[in-house]
Nanobody, 110 residues
Framework: VQLQASGGGLVQAGGSLTLSCRAS???????MAWYRQAPGKEREFLAR???????EYGDSVKGRFFISRDYAKNTVDLQMHNLEPEDTAVYYC??????WGQGTQVTVSS
């Protein structure tokens, strides 16, 4: 399974970004999730969308981040709003609780 994350970059505090994860297998048939890891910190769960379409979010991003699937592109996307400097991290896509993408850097400037 290959996962390709994209969409990271530099954004000012209060801004928005959308990350996209393209998978080599069906994103609709698997649980897909986003995590992040900041320097010196453990990897943190952000959001998950199950094969049935239910969503769950980590406490730190509830109300600001939204996970969705694009069936046409076979991607799982993470819309991020009202970004804060504390959101600066490498963001990773996960498939089926097992497979990881290479990560994409998000930097939020104050």
């Amino acid at each position: 399974v290959q996962l390709q994350a994209s969409g990271g970059g530099l954004v000012q505090a209060g801004g928005s970004l959308t990350l996209s994860c393209r998978a080599s297998i069906s994103v609709s048939g698997n649980s897909m999730a986003w995590y992040r890891q900041a320097p010196g910190k453990e990897r943190e769960f952000l959001a998950r969308m199950t094969s049935r379409g239910s969503r769950e979010y980590g406490d730190s991003v509830k109300g600001r981040f939204f996970i969705s699937r694009d069936y046409a592109k076979n991607t799982v996307d993470l819309q991020m709003h009202n970004l804060e400097p504390e959101d600066t991290a490498v963001y990773y896509c996960n498939c089926a609780y097992t497979y990881w993408g290479q990560g994409t850097q998000v930097t939020v400037s104050s």
